[in-house]
């Protein structure tokens, strides 16, 4: 995801930040779990020792914590040490090569549980053309995306396999240890009074902010609760799934078609996203598209579980420069300066989030209000997340640099009725490494990105007209 210049400090407490119970009250409340996958193509043959000296590496890291309730009400939950972990699945059928993409689709499956662990899996399995594919899968409650790489950072490091850019954690075993009894936040009653005053301090205080703030302005651009609300169906209790597409393509014609457009990876990221729901009739040309861009806060040594926030901007869908480049959003040059505006305001504390001072309260409701509150909840129109260039370790977590990467947050337990609730468009996720650019697109408008085709055909398009070659998965 993106990272701006700078970062914010670690917060020095064990208890659960609110991103970490949002996720931890849609699995328990909704019973939608949502996880981050990694899959890594490797051109060397299945070695099932480095696997295991991997997860032994992970097993030893920040992803083994659980949580534990709060023992009074209004007080935070807290994380603790875990000693559950599942053993590593290491297949001995080899995987045909245009299968990879149904193989990853399984292990995403994984049954995680961040109250009772374990919190992560991996996977590996020879492929027919003789090499392999490794799988990583952890709790989005336990792991963002910066907690994700740095863990498996810190595991490679630990398992000898590349030391020389440990990353975000120096060493998988300075990682795991949470704060201990007295040391940054006690963890008895005493404690648990004094979270729980200060959060109803702060909840009393987030409502009078709220009440200065006065109305939120409308936002003037396409957006998922813009679409009409879906009449129940007969179906709506059958599992949802969604497609998803991953294609590769040089990173250097990427970077070279961003800056000719006067943007950059990113900001062509965000204009592919908005040109792909075009190119599907998802989103409608000449209105705004409303982009959601997630925004990495972690520091160096932070252990947060979730240290993420996320900026919205109005993509302009107008542009439109020659006949030939219909359907691009060309001036990449105007989405670059609004997301660094945003991304400035966002990490100087000066941009004002609707959301901000009521999350204490929200972090405080009982489930059953929560269940009610997110009836409603729809998802971003558009996702662009961008993972940026992927450190070498992270790139060869066998201590052979990949192929082929995917990374990517799936949904466990959608139905189809959630599914057309949520009114999204389509999530994306971008990275980089060794020359190759990835963009996974997941499909979430049921009429118009619902199959695999239709995903790949609006890629494809946009991907000619801004002279990008293809390789799907």
Known sequence: MTSPATTREPTASNRLTYDDDLFLRTRRVLGVAVVNQTVWRLPAPLDAAAVRALHSGLADGPLQRVVRPGRLPGARDRWATSTVSLDPLVESTPVPDDAVLTWADRQAQANLDPVSGPTWALAAAPTASGGSVLSYVTSHV???????????????????????????????????????????????????????????????????????????????????????????????????????????????????????????????????????????????????????????????????????????????????????????????????????????????????????????????????????????ATAPLCLASNLGRLPATFAAPLGTSASGVLMRGVTQGLTRGRLRQMRGGLDSWWSEHDGVATLVVLGLDEERLGEPGQVRAAVEAVYARHALPTRFW
């Open 142 to 376: 336990v792991a963002d995306g910066g907690m994700h790489v740095g863990a498996l950072q810190a595991a490679v490091a630990a398992a000898g396999f590349r030391a020389d850019d440990a990353g975000v954690f120096a060493s998988a075993s300075g990682t795991r240890r949470l704060p201990r009894e007295g040391e940054r936040i006690r963890t008895g009653l005493v404690a648990d009074l004094r979270d729980a005053t200060g959060q109803a301090r702060a909840a009393v205080g987030g409502l009078r902010d709220v009440a200065r703030q006065g109305p939120v302005p409308p936002v003037l651009a396409q957006q998922s609760a813009d679409r009409p609300r879906p009449e129940p169906r007969t179906d709506d209790a059958q599992p949802a799934s969604p497609p998803v597409v991953v294609v590769d393509t040089d990173a250097s014609t990427w970077h070279r078609a961003a800056h000719a457009a006067g943007g950059t990876a990113n900001s062509l990221l965000i204009a592919v996203c908005t040109e792909i729901l075009l190119a599907a009739g998802a989103a409608t040309a000449g209105m705004p598209v409303r982009v959601s861009v997630p925004v990495s806060l972690r520091g160096r040594e932070d252990l947060r579980s979730n240290a993420t926030s996320g900026v919205s901007l109005a993509v302009d869908t107008t542009v439109t420069p020659a006949p030939e480049r219909a359907g691009v959003v060309a001036d990449l040059a105007q989405i670059r300066a609004s997301a660094a505006a945003e991304f400035r305001a966002l990490t100087s504390g000066t941009r004002v989030e609707a959301l901000g001072p009521l999350k204490p309260l929200l972090q405080m409701v009982p489930d059953a209000v929560a269940k009610r509150a997110a009836r409603d």
